[in-house]
């Protein structure tokens, strides 16, 4: 099958082209890019004149593991979902089980860390399953330090992971805080042993804990110089908060000392996970310079009202997603702090996009559009729309083809290494596979809220995943599922 798209203004990171031209994908490959390309009898021709057209983005990091959630996230123009930050275990059921119900996007997984931990320390088989993920975060008999024979035990785990194709490591290390560095250090020398990056979620800062181990984000530097492993500083700006300039300037430090250090942001000011988190305790937000209000349930919409609620939802259900609000979006100098972020030399966006929750228990729909009263992070609906938004329309900061090298090439190249499948992602020249997004550069825009999160981003004409179309002339194709899994090779 060959479609033929023509006329458009083509982006390719890969090689800095930024031009009108055609382009022509065949049976899921970019064979030909060119002005005037001819079509053949049967070719599927789209006129796409006015529009931008590039490498579908690649999301590092997303949680969604659902056709609910990934639909979202098509419509926000992501062609690859990958869930590097957390990661699933065991690796194999959770490929398997995404295989067998089908996927709109390509998909893939990281080794967990906190479930190898999990099991080795606390005795709790992993399920590949989020939501029971989410549940042992708040569990804290896996959060000490372990002994030399555990330490030994969960890494096996993890080196076993990897061996079985997973994409990295997923490190939520800010989930255990207190933890012996030296087990960071140990991951970190395991992963550059077996050619795979890191994708961690760092402990707290030094300003935020002043007991803490060691600093968080100068600890990923510092681990990273001195194993020579690839190493990814997830969501900087939800981790950094206030400290964002220092954190950043830290960061540059490390790079520019050799540091294989690579960093992701997002464009909001409020970030979720699971009420148990360590993080969310009374304690630790006083730390932040927070207060319980700052948390919001995100099923119920309940904003907590005093530290005694707190505890009471933390003990009563410690998986229950909330969301906490780290900085405030109607602040300009606090929006500056998130445009820093975005701006950061080399920053690729990622969403840390969440499943979508609906009042009777389910995370999963197959609807289109979805059924309404589904709670979630707008970050699922809107991260790459907004972010075009802000640094491209609104800011200027970024030109077209910068935007496309941080949503798209940046990310594609993070995977070279673990996983040789990535070679041909974020990029549009010939023989790139054909993930592609049309979109149109007047329109594109979020329109999710934090009151209303599955509202579709806007602006996305066309998503093509392996050269099938998923999103047309801006509507979602329901009958879509190309999705192919995306998986480490071990040295």
Same mark, same amino acid.
């Given at each position: 099958?060959?479609?033929?798209?023509?006329?458009?203004?083509?982006?390719?990171?890969?090689?800095?082209?930024?031009?009108?031209?055609?382009?022509?994908?065949?049976?899921?490959?970019?064979?030909?890019?060119?002005?005037?390309?001819?079509?053949?009898?049967?070719?599927?021709?789209?006129?796409?004149?006015?529009?931008?057209?590039?490498?579908?983005?690649?999301?590092?990091?997303?949680?969604?593991?659902?056709?609910?959630?990934?639909?979202?996230?098509?419509?926000?123009?992501?062609?690859?979902?990958?869930?590097?930050?957390?990661?699933?275990?065991?690796?194999?059921?959770?490929?398997?089980?995404?295989?067998?119900?089908?996927?709109?996007?390509?998909?893939?997984?990281?080794?967990?860390?906190?479930?190898?931990?999990?099991?080795?320390?606390?005795?709790?088989?992993?399920?590949?399953?989020?939501?029971? /993920?989410?549940? +042992?975060?708040?569990?804290?008999?896996?959060?000490?330090?372990? #002994?030399?024979?555990?330490? !030994? %035990?969960? $890494? *096996?785990?993890?080196?076993?992971?990897?061996?079985?194709?997973?994409?990295?490591?997923?490190?939520?290390?800010?989930?255990?805080?207190?933890?012996?560095?030296?087990?960071?250090?140990?991951?970190?020398?395991?992963?550059?042993?077996?050619?795979?990056?890191?994708?961690?979620?760092?402990?707290?800062?030094?300003?935020?804990?002043?007991?803490?181990?060691?600093?968080?984000?100068?600890?990923?530097?510092?681990?990273?110089?001195?194993?020579?492993?690839?190493?990814?500083?997830?969501?900087?700006?939800?981790?950094?908060?206030?400290?964002?300039?220092?954190?950043?300037?830290?960061?540059?430090?490390?790079?520019?000392? /050799?540091?294989? +250090?690579?960093?992701?942001?997002?464009?909001?000011?409020?970030? #979720?996970?699971?009420?148990? !988190? %360590?993080? $969310? *305790?009374?304690?630790?937000?006083?730390?932040?310079?927070?207060?319980?209000?700052?948390?919001?349930?995100?099923?119920?919409?309940?904003?907590?009202?005093?530290?005694?609620?707190?505890?009471?939802?933390?003990?009563?259900?410690?998986?229950?997603?909330?969301?906490?609000?780290?900085?405030?979006?109607?602040?300009?100098?606090?929006?500056?702090?998130?445009?820093?972020?975005?701006?950061?030399?080399?920053?690729?966006?990622?969403?840390?996009?969440?499943?979508?929750?609906?009042?009777?228990?389910?995370?999963?729909?197959?609807?289109?559009?979805?059924?309404?009263?589904?709670?979630?992070?707008?970050?699922?609906?809107?991260?790459?729309?907004?972010?075009?938004?802000?640094?491209?329309?609104?800011?200027?900061?970024?030109?077209?083809?910068? %935007?496309?090298?941080?949503?798209?090439?940046?990310?594609?190249?993070?995977?070279?290494?673990?996983?040789?499948?990535?070679?041909?992602?974020?990029?549009?020249?010939?023989?790139?596979?054909?993930?592609?997004?049309?979109?149109?550069?007047?329109?594109?825009?979020?329109?999710?809220?934090?009151?209303?999160?599955?509202?579709?981003?806007?602006?996305?004409?066309?998503?093509?995943?392996?050269?099938?179309?998923?999103?047309?002339?801006?509507?979602?194709?329901?009958?879509?599922?190309?999705?192919?899994?995306?998986?480490?090779?071990?040295?």
């Amino acid at each position: 099958m060959r479609t033929l798209l023509r006329g458009g203004r083509v982006i390719d990171p890969a090689t800095g082209f930024d031009g009108t031209a055609d382009v022509l994908v065949t049976d899921g490959v970019v064979t030909a890019v060119g002005e005037g390309l001819t079509a053949e009898p049967g070719d599927v021709e789209i006129d796409v004149t006015g529009l931008v057209v590039g490498p579908g983005f690649i999301d590092l990091h997303s949680h969604v593991h659902t056709i609910a959630g990934q639909r979202l996230q098509a419509m926000d123009g992501v062609t690859t979902a990958l869930d590097l930050e957390a990661g699933l275990m065991p690796i194999e059921r959770a490929y398997a089980e995404a295989a067998a119900a089908g996927r709109p996007l390509h998909y893939g997984f990281s080794a967990s860390w906190g479930a190898a931990r999990a099991q080795v320390l606390a005795g709790i088989e992993p399920d590949a399953g989020f939501d029971s /993920g989410l549940a +042992v975060l708040g569990n804290p008999s896996w959060q000490r330090s372990s #002994s030399p024979k555990e330490l !030994a %035990a969960w $890494l *096996s785990l993890v080196d076993g992971e990897l061996a079985a194709g997973a994409l990295g490591v997923g490190v939520l290390l800010g989930y255990a805080p207190d933890t012996d560095p030296g087990e960071f250090l140990a991951l970190a020398r395991l992963a550059k042993e077996a050619g795979a990056p890191t994708y961690t979620h760092v402990r707290e800062l030094v300003e935020v804990n002043p007991e803490t181990p060691v600093d968080g984000s100068a600890e990923i530097a510092i681990v990273a110089g001195e194993t020579g492993a690839a190493m990814h500083h997830c969501h900087v700006n939800s981790t950094s908060g206030h400290q964002i300039e220092r954190v950043l300037a830290a960061l540059e430090a490390g790079r520019s000392a /050799g540091s294989r +250090v690579t960093v992701e942001a997002y464009p909001y000011g409020a970030g #979720s996970t699971g009420i148990g !988190a %360590a993080f $969310l *305790s009374p304690e630790r937000l006083k730390m932040k310079g927070l207060s319980p209000s700052s948390v919001i349930m995100l099923e119920t919409g309940e904003r907590i009202s005093d530290e005694g609620r707190l505890l009471q939802v933390r003990a009563a259900d410690p998986g229950a997603p909330c969301i906490l609000e780290f900085l405030d979006e109607t602040s300009p100098h606090d929006l500056g702090l998130l445009h820093q972020a975005l701006a950061f030399p080399d920053a690729i966006v990622a969403s840390d996009a969440l499943p979508v929750y609906w009042k009777n228990g389910t995370s999963e729909s197959t609807e289109w559009p979805l059924p309404p009263g589904g709670a979630t992070h707008p970050r699922t609906s809107g991260t790459y729309a907004k972010t075009l938004r802000l640094m491209v329309r609104e800011s200027k900061a970024w030109t077209w083809l910068e %935007a496309f090298r941080r949503c798209s090439y940046l990310p594609a190249r993070v995977l070279d290494e673990v996983a040789p499948g990535a070679l041909a992602k974020g990029r549009l020249n010939v023989g790139a596979d054909a993930d592609i997004v049309v979109l149109d550069p007047h329109a594109i825009t979020d329109a999710a809220t934090y009151f209303d999160p599955t509202r579709p981003s806007v602006g996305v004409r066309h998503l093509f995943v392996s050269g099938v179309p998923v999103v047309t002339d801006g509507n979602l194709r329901t009958d879509a599922f190309p999705g192919k899994p995306l998986r480490g090779e071990p040295r």
